[in-house]
């Protein structure tokens, strides 16, 4: 079972920062919070991942509250391209292992 | 821009028969991963492989799935007989086992079993 939770859908003006929250009360200490979407018809497309720290890359940012029960990924400035399926995922890291993908967030952005 | 591929894209065929997909891993990857997509189940692991050796196929019906690895370039999902619930697009993934590292999809086999 999935270890995170999601809200189903979510809308967003294009040109506006996109916020997707994501909880994971139940992650260990030695679990990292990854972030893949998933665009109409492709496969899965990684983001970001982190441990703690906030993490930022040219895709997104990544904000872990510092108990790490919830994060909070940041698309600056979304385009319509950015309409996709975005999937939190929590492992350990015990070298690139599978991936258990919970239903997502349906990020709508809108012009 | 290295990429994972997938053949074929799309595949119809008919309840008993055999079909084979076939995934090549980015250069130098040496895990690879089998994900089915449906709208009821969403994405779920089938199968993946370090090194060419299986090392977790818990998500495949042993009875009529099988992955294979015939070389570090070539991974292969075959179901014989074919079922129509088997229809679904079919992920190949590949990675590194790096912390860093995440995994690369391919773009799916779209797969009808009338």
């Known amino acids: 079972d999935a270890k995170t939770t999601q809200p189903p859908s979510m809308d967003c003006a294009e040109g506006r920062a996109a916020n997707l929250p994501c909880n994971h009360s139940?992650?260990?200490?030695?679990?990292?919070v990854y972030w893949y979407r998933q665009i109409h018809s492709q496969g899965p497309q990684y983001i970001i991942h982190g441990l703690k720290n906030n993490e930022t890359n040219e895709m997104a940012s990544l904000i872990i509250t510092e108990d790490r029960k919830s994060s909070t990924l940041i698309l600056p400035h979304a385009t319509l391209r950015d309409t996709a399926v975005y999937y939190c995922?929590?492992?350990?890291?015990?070298?690139?292992?599978?991936?258990?993908f919970g239903k997502g967030t349906r990020l709508s952005v809108i012009a | 821009d290295a990429r994972v591929t997938q053949t074929p894209r799309h595949k119809v065929t008919e309840m008993g028969q055999e079909v084979t997909m076939r995934c090549q891993p980015i250069l130098g990857h040496n895990t690879v991963f089998w994900y089915r997509q449906t709208m009821m189940q969403g994405l779920e692991l089938l199968a993946y492989?370090?090194?060419?050796?299986?090392?977790?196929d818990s998500g495949m019906p042993k009875d009529r799935f099988s992955a294979e690895m015939p070389d570090a370039t070539l991974a292969t999902l075959k179901i014989q007989p074919s079922e129509p619930r088997d229809s679904a697009v079919y992920f190949c993934a590949s990675g590194l086992p790096n912390m860093y590292y995440e995994q690369y999809f391919g773009p799916g086999t779209r797969l009808t079993v009338t």
């Open positions: 492989f370090r090194n060419r050796a299986p090392l977790d």
């Open positions: 139940t992650i260990s200490g030695n679990e990292y």
């Open positions: 995922i929590v492992r350990a890291y015990s070298g690139n292992t599978p991936l258990v």
